[in-house]
């Protein structure tokens, strides 16, 4: 199947560019520390929230179908791969058959290794699969059972060997770094193993024990101790080390790829350009205004079917000083950090002049970088403090 007369040639149009997230927010089990709007469900219940879904997508495509052409699609979660395959292969052809989609835009799924079979991959690249985001975590079975993962690093190996026999290069795989129980040598071998299998694409998040986890409860409650900040910036610092000398690029503080491996969809967010999230609890950015939906699945389908209306939680056009914050958070995560000429264009300001003591200041103390092209970019060190970095730099 394939759903190529639905494509556009980006040669073909001047529309904007537009990215689309699609939040499945089901799973075959909830991991100990997934602080996600995600939930174990019947049949009944992912039928009906995927046909509400589909209601959404072609809700939304009457306001941004005339303006926008599709470069990037990412079906997440959850675990979209606990969905029967026909599912992701309706609600691609709904996207594609409501929205302008161009030929070249990269389309990834994100899956549990125990959770696809060769008929489901099959399926899934015949439906306009691109590229795969592979939750692995870790290769230790001890640090994935503490985290709740039902998942072996066999069904890892065999779902790359899959996607592989398939022709599809395009895989990244994220990891878990901190976790309970974790040691330094775990994070070596997992990162030293991917490196191995040729995986182009790691993501490696430092962990957040969130609010409403069971990790939270359990953290609390003593049962489990997390590294501490000395333990866990050696192991980002270990990640980083062996990944550049193995040929790649830190492009973003946790995501690191081969060359044309980065992840083209990843960059729209921090570059702050235009995406569209559709699903329980997606979040969405369109020209200066950020809105998202009701994180209530009940309230989610009820909306959908008897008012056929988007069910928004809330919106709210960024202001000024707004997005002048966000620019700076979010540029200085990437490798690409904050162009400064950029800034002033937009804003018609000189942040360097207006920030001269605190820059000099971080660039002394080797916090920051000013490149030649006129660039603030993080350091290692920066990377480490990055959240208190960029308050000193948007605070008056």
């Not at 996600?36 to 469900?41: K, P, Q, T």
């Not at 495509?61 to 599709?70: A, I």
């Not at 791969?81 to 929205?99: A, P, V």
Request: charged fraction near 25%.
């Amino acid at each position: 199947m394939s759903f190529s007369e639905f494509t556009l040639d980006e040669n073909d149009s001047k529309k904007k560019s537009l990215s689309i997230y699609v939040h499945i927010p089901f799973c075959n089990s909830k991991c100990d520390y997934c602080s996600f709007v995600s939930m174990v469900a019947s049949p009944e219940e992912k039928h009906r929230y995927v046909t509400n879904l589909m209601n959404e997508i072609k809700l939304q495509s009457k306001n941004y179908r005339e303006f926008y052409s599709v470069s990037s699609i990412y079906i997440g979660g959850g675990t979209p791969s606990c969905l029967d395959n026909y599912y992701i292969r309706d609600l691609l052809s709904c996207i594609y058959k409501n929205f302008a989609v161009k030929n070249s835009a990269e389309i990834t799924l994100e899956i549990n290794p125990n959770s696809v079979d060769q008929t489901k991959i099959r399926e899934y690249i015949m439906s306009g699969i691109n590229r795969f985001s592979i939750g692995l975590q870790s290769i230790s079975a001890k640090v994935l059972k503490s985290m709740g993962r039902t998942h072996s690093l066999t069904d890892y190996k065999k779902t790359v060997d899959i996607i592989r026999e398939f022709g599809v290069k395009n895989i990244s795989t994220d990891i878990i770094i901190g976790y309970p129980n974790q040691k330094l040598i775990d994070v070596k071998e997992t990162i030293n193993y991917l490196i191995k299998l040729g995986i182009p694409h790691i993501s490696a998040y430092m962990l957040q024990v969130e609010k409403g986890t069971k990790l939270k409860k359990l953290v609390d409650n003593g049962s489990l101790g997390v590294p501490d900040d000395d333990t866990v910036v050696k192991m980002y610092d270990t990640v980083v080390d062996i990944l550049t000398k193995n040929g790649y690029k830190r492009y973003e503080i946790s995501n690191f790829a081969k060359p044309t491996y980065e992840s083209y969809h990843n960059k729209v967010y921090w570059k702050r350009k235009d995406y569209l999230g559709v699903g329980l609890a997606a979040h969405s950015y369109i020209d200066g205004t950020r809105f998202a939906n009701t994180e209530n699945l009940t309230e989610y389908n009820e909306k959908l079917e008897k008012s056929f209306t988007i069910p928004t939680k809330y919106s709210k056009t960024l202001t000024t000083e707004e997005k002048k914050e966000e620019a700076v958070m979010l540029s200085l995560r990437t490798c690409d950090g904050l162009d400064l000429d950029a800034y002033k264009n937009e804003f018609g300001e000189n942040f360097l002049a207006k920030k001269k003591d605190k820059i000099a200041e971080l660039i002394k103390n080797k916090f920051l970088i000013l490149t030649k092209e006129n660039k603030l970019v993080c350091t290692n060190s920066g990377y480490l403090v990055l959240n208190k970095l960029v308050l000193e730099l948007v605070t008056n």
